[in-house]
């Protein structure tokens, strides 16, 4: 099954694209060839854009201290084992206090790394980072895989408490839903969604066999999906047969 999933508000959607990146770092970082850790240097200086929010660490931490509180009220619920639940609290507030321990944004004690920022200032430039432009990076580029790698990580490692904090909050948000199997009628899909609940996330997942791609769209009212298919030219286009898929509502 092909997962897709869609978020109502900036917050989440701020969440999703640092995961996504965090998750390519991770990919990168183990590998050997200069050409992936130069992809990986480029990712964290992806990151440090998206963290520049001046809310994202407030953000984060207001997420942190929520699910804290929605947790201790599972306490003495015979269905939840206390030590499970003791120790994501315990994960929760050990987050909380170590980006409330960071000075400034997240990843902002690289800004002070001189050279890092040269190369930040020109790895967006089409060839901006040749050995002609910044030779310096090019003769980092030459040493052996394992100290690369562990530069790599030693420059990542300020961004690591944000990256573990935004898995859990994500991963909360995720468990929160249940699954359900809807039908899509000559490819259209649409939902109310019940009053009192405001959904933060929603998840589809559809057969790869189907060769479908859904367009989503929501508000805090109803959820739409229209099914696409894809033509021999590349194009999209509307399917107009009755397709099924699970749909899960995160809140």
Do not use: C, H
């Given at each position: 099954m092909i997962l897709y999933e869609y978020p109502f508000n900036e917050r989440i959607r701020t969440y999703l694209r640092l995961e996504h990146l965090f998750r390519r770092l991770g990919e990168l970082v183990p590998r050997e060839h200069p050409l992936d850790h130069h992809y990986a240097l480029a990712t964290i200086f992806e990151v440090m854009d998206v963290a520049a929010r001046a809310d994202l660490k407030s953000d984060v931490m207001k997420d942190l201290e929520k699910q804290k509180t929605v947790l201790n009220g599972y306490r003495g619920n015979p269905a939840i084992a206390e030590s499970v639940l003791d120790d994501v609290?315990?994960?929760?507030?050990?987050?909380?206090?170590?980006?409330?321990?960071?000075?400034?944004?997240?990843?902002?004690?690289?800004?002070?790394?001189?050279?890092?920022?040269?190369?930040?200032s020109r790895i967006g430039i089409p060839g901006g980072t040749c050995e002609f432009d910044l030779p310096g990076y090019y003769a980092w580029q030459q040493l052996d895989a394992g100290t690369r790698q562990a530069d790599l990580a030693r420059w990542a490692?300020?961004?690591?408490?944000?990256?573990e904090s935004i898995h859990m909050l994500l991963k909360l948000l995720r468990d929160s839903g249940t699954p359900q199997k809807v039908m899509a009628a000559n490819g259209q899909f649409q939902q109310t969604l019940p009053q009192?609940?405001?959904?933060?996330?929603?998840?589809?997942?559809?057969?790869?066999?189907?060769?479908?791609?859904?367009?989503?769209?929501?508000?805090?009212?109803?959820?739409?999906?229209?099914?696409l298919r894809q033509e021999g030219s590349d194009k999209l286009v509307a399917s107009t047969g009755n397709s099924d898929f699970e749909l899960t509502l995160c809140s």
């Open positions: 609290i315990g994960k929760l507030d050990g987050y909380f206090a170590a980006l409330n321990s960071q000075p400034g944004k997240a990843g902002q004690s690289l800004t002070d790394n001189e050279w890092l920022m040269s190369i930040r490692r300020p961004l690591g408490t944000l990256a009192g609940r405001t959904f933060q996330l929603l998840r589809l997942r559809i057969d790869p066999s189907l060769r479908l791609v859904p367009e989503i769209s929501g508000n805090r009212l109803m959820v739409s999906v229209r099914l």
